[in-house]
Nanobody, 119 residues
Framework: QGQLVESGGGLVQAGESLRLSCTASELWYEISDMGWYRQAAGKQREMVATITTEGSTDYSHSVKGRSTISLNNAKNTVFLQMNNLSPEDTAVYYC?????????????WGQGTQVTVSS
């Protein structure tokens, strides 16, 4: 279908902030949820934050209170604002999109963007 274009990753210092963005490059009218997962070296992929197209959000305990997930008005771009970053946030961050189908759901993943937090 369309591409998931991720941006915003990079190298930051502890205490700094960044904003990740992920855009469905073509109109995905059936998107029901978008979000971000991350996978650090030697660890399983874990949910960071998700948001439904109705605006309901979910955050992992590790980022709750210092992160905000949001959608653009067209509901085809998800943003993750992360503040007060620490080295424990270092991981490859993957954009996740759930598309509602008549038979259920299909999940799609971005290629991943590296976030490295130096101390």
């Amino acid at each position: 279908q369309g591409q998931l274009v991720e941006s915003g990753g990079g190298l930051v210092q502890a205490g700094e902030s960044l904003r990740l963005s992920c855009t469905a490059s073509e109109l995905w009218y059936e998107i029901s949820d978008m979000g971000w997962y991350r996978q650090a070296a030697g660890k399983q992929r874990e949910m960071v934050a998700t948001i439904t197209t109705e605006g309901s959000t979910d955050y992992s305990h590790s980022v709750k209170g210092r992160s905000t997930i949001s959608l653009n008005n067209a509901k085809n771009t998800v943003f993750l604002q992360m503040n007060n970053l620490s080295p424990e946030d270092t991981a490859v961050y993957y954009c996740w999109v759930r598309v509602e189908m008549t038979r259920g759901y299909d999940d799609y993943w971005g290629q991943g963007t590296q976030v490295t937090v130096s101390s």
